[in-house]
């Protein structure tokens, strides 16, 4: 029987008998049942920072990758066919440095982004040789082709109308550097959207795997869009494009 004074009917009060160096515990209150915010997942957003994404950017378009292929009397055709391919790497690609969970899937983040946009990147370059139109490809084009469908709002300048066409506008070196801090904004907080999945095993990397194959599809849609609607433009006619210095 428990005394007023805390010991029970032999005289030992509670806590007597822990082990030396314990103290006896208290009743979980409220906020002993409460888990503290630094107790959960950390967002992707909070280990990429915008500015990191938009570094990675400008190193993808830095520079235009030679071409595998080369013109073709049915370019549409096979670049169907070099999409899906492309599509089925990235989705792949994505997947498997997905399946890490927790806190290494989402260091995983930055790796996934690079390989994708290079398959994207090279995909452009591809479909731009199918048309024979490889010399007018540019940095501004490939920012266009990879982004067009994610930060319409960002871009949409980018690509202007002249009568009945389309004219792709080369930026200035200032003009590029806004687009690429706001570009990063939007990826950034595009990945704090998804970042969930990156705890989910199995189930989170098929979903992230499956974003990334209707996602270089879509990049694919693009650059036939552009080439669709702007006019091929003579060599002559080129002007060297101006921007940042890549790791500036």
């Given at each position: 029987m428990?005394?007023?004074?805390?010991?029970?009917?032999?005289?030992?009060?509670?806590?007597?008998?822990?082990?030396?160096?314990?103290?006896?515990?208290?009743?979980?209150?409220?906020?002993?049942?409460?888990?503290?915010r630094m107790h959960l997942p950390v967002p992707a957003s909070a280990s990429v920072p915008e500015r990191e994404v938009s570094g990675l950017i400008e190193r993808v378009i830095?520079?235009?990758?030679?071409?595998?292929?080369?013109?073709?009397?049915?370019?549409a055709r096979i670049a169907d066919g070099i999409a899906h391919d492309a599509a089925r790497n990235a989705a792949l690609v994505s997947a498997a440095l997905a399946l890490p969970p927790g806190p290494i899937g989402v260091l995983t983040v930055l790796p996934d982004l690079f390989v994708i946009w290079k398959i994207q990147r090279q995909l452009v370059a591809d479909i731009f040789a199918l048309h024979g139109r490889t010399v007018e490809l540019t940095r501004t084009h490939m920012l266009y082709c990879l982004f067009r469908h994610m930060a319409s709002h960002v871009v949409r300048?980018?690509?202007?109308?002249?009568?009945?066409?389309?004219?792709?506008?080369?930026?200035?070196?200032?003009?590029?550097?806004?687009?690429?801090?706001?570009?990063?904004?939007?990826?950034?907080?595009?990945?704090?959207?998804?970042?969930?999945?990156?705890?989910?095993?199995?189930?989170?990397?098929?979903?992230?795997?499956?974003?990334?194959?209707?996602?270089?599809?879509?990049?694919?849609?693009?650059?036939?869009?552009?080439?669709?609607?702007?006019?091929?433009?003579?060599?002559?006619?080129?002007?060297?494009?101006?921007?940042?210095?890549?790791?500036?």
């Open positions: 428990a005394r007023r004074d805390g010991s029970d009917c032999n005289g030992d009060r509670a806590g007597d008998n822990l082990p030396s160096g314990e103290s006896p515990r208290r009743p979980a209150g409220p906020r002993a049942l409460t888990m503290s830095a520079d235009v990758p030679m071409p595998r292929v080369t013109s073709a009397a049915d370019p300048d980018v690509v202007v109308r002249a009568g009945e066409r389309a004219v792709v506008r080369q930026l200035s070196s200032q003009a590029l550097k806004s687009m690429l801090g706001s570009l990063g904004l939007t990826v950034t907080r595009r990945l704090a959207g998804t970042s969930a999945s990156r705890w989910v095993p199995l189930a989170g990397a098929a979903a992230v795997g499956a974003y990334a194959y209707w996602d270089t599809l879509q990049v694919a849609r693009t650059a036939r869009s552009v080439l669709a609607t702007t006019s091929p433009i003579r060599t002559d006619d080129l002007a060297p494009e101006t921007g940042p210095t890549p790791g500036a």
